[in-house]
């Protein structure tokens, strides 16, 4: 008796495996919240289970449920957020009670390397148009630390415009965040099923 398929034989093609995000946000004055929204929202068109959360909320990684991390967080002083930093944007019309804390000091308080084993991850920052090449912006930073704590970086550390400090963002850049958290997904989804070893550079 034959084994061979049928030549018209559909054969069933596995389904993409299923991907579980977190993303975790700082923003003062509003433009990071709304890229970081834009993310999800692009994320989850890839059917990726996707939670948003502000860094003031965000739970400890060890005890989140995830395979990918995406972080953002506004550029302060060429950056990542400090506490004067975050003080300053108060000054400058933030509410104080967001700057209680930041993307730093979130993953600073990450375990481990152990506890990122088998996760990715991807970074972005917003900054002003007057400064777009900084070497240790934002995303650059948290994409750093994030590789050193053991994460799979699927991603260049990635900027989205603003006008000003308290924005507001450049047009086209939430649709630019959509498309880049698909890639994202994507590039994730190929890393855990073993098709590509994508990697950051």
């Known amino acids: 008796m034959s084994t061979q398929p049928h030549p018209d034989a559909v054969t ?5 495996a299923t991907l579980r995000a977190l993303v975790v946000y700082e923003s003062m004055f509003g433009s990071t919240q709304d890229v970081a929204a834009a993310v999800a929202d692009g994320l989850r068109a890839e059917g990726v289970v996707t939670e948003l959360v502000d860094v003031r909320h965000a739970p ?29 944007a108060v000054r400058q019309g933030a509410r104080p009670e967001l700057a209680s804390t930041g993307i730093r000091e979130w993953i600073g308080a990450m375990g481990p390397r152990d506890e990122a084993r088998g996760r990715a991850a991807a ?6 148009t007057k400064v777009r090449s900084l070497p240790k912006a934002a995303s650059t930073r948290a994409c750093h630390l994030l590789a050193r704590r053991g994460y799979h ?3 260049r550390p990635t900027p989205f415009l603003v ?3 308290k924005g507001p963002l450049v047009a086209g850049e939430l649709d630019h965040a959509v498309t880049w958290a ?18 950051a550079s």
């Open 12 to 16: 069933e093609q596995p389904a993409p």
């Open 60 to 88: 400890p990684a060890k005890d989140a449920t995830f395979d990918l991390l995406v972080v953002g967080a506004p550029t302060h002083a060429f950056s990542l957020s400090r506490p004067s930093t975050r003080q300053d």
């Open 123 to 128: 970074a972005f920052d917003t900054r002003v």
């Open 153 to 155: 970086l699927v991603s």
């Open 163 to 165: 006008h000003d400090v």
């Open 182 to 199: 698909r890639e994202v997904a994507q590039a994730a989804r190929r890393w855990r099923t073993g098709d590509a070893d994508v990697a």
